[in-house]
């Protein structure tokens, strides 16, 4: 079973619209998904993106801008918005979708892997939402989309930096949703469970715990970067103009059979 295209969102077309983490995993079928609707997209990332660029461009003839920037470095990060907006208009939708999920027991964790772990996977959410909220307020209201998970739903393991990081992020959404929403700036949160990306794949997904995590799932199909793309491109598009402040779900039912 395989993911349908994207249904299509004609206002998305020409739009504005940059990715963080784009160049690999959940951000890498954004970006793709983003491009076969028309939007002007961009994305950053810590690696080099300009493969993925030439890649989107071969199969939807729109090109995307690949910046390289380490979020964690503020300034970096706010550089690489600006840059993105120099080419192509104030950024109506930000997709906060960069993350590093690295497994850690809590003993072992040091102050700085903390400390790295919630600029990453937290702070910067924060920073890229308030420095294109102006560009927002410009073109009369925007979207933003925070990447969420269902690990802090349900209390995973040697993964406390980013279970609380991502348990943040949801305060963070319904708090800037509320402060935002005057200037019909939308705020929301995806929330997925746990998609099978390369690096899932290659480091955590052995036999057993692909089986154990399927049993507690409603569906018994696994999640591919793919099936996040059309409820992103919904959140981002006049259909859900009256949307702000929510959490969605995309876990194949993992939540509700916890």
Partial sequence: MTSPAPPVFPDL???????TGGASGIGAALVQGFAAQGAKIAFCDLMDGRAHADAVEAATGNRPLALTADITD???LLAALDAAAGAHGPIATLV???????????????????????ALNLDAHFHAARHVAPMMRGLGGGSIIMFS?????????DIVPYVTAKAGIVGMTRALAREW????????????????????LRLWATPESVEAFMKRQC??????PEDLVAPVLFLASGGARMITGQCLPVDAGVVHTS
């Fill in 13 to 19: 077309n020409g739009m504005s619209v940059f990715v």
């Fill in 74 to 76: 503020t300034g970096a």
């Fill in 96 to 118: 906060n979708n960069a993350a590093n999920d690295t497994r850690v027991p809590a003993d072992d964790v040091t102050p700085e892997m903390w400390d790295r772990n919630l």
């Fill in 149 to 157: 998970s269902v690990t802090w739903m349900m209390g995973a393991a």
């Fill in 181 to 200: 929403g005057g200037d019909m700036i939308r705020v929301n949160a995806m929330v997925p469970g746990w998609v099978f990306t390369e690096r899932q």
């Fill in 219 to 224: 569906l018994p199909v696994r999640l591919v």
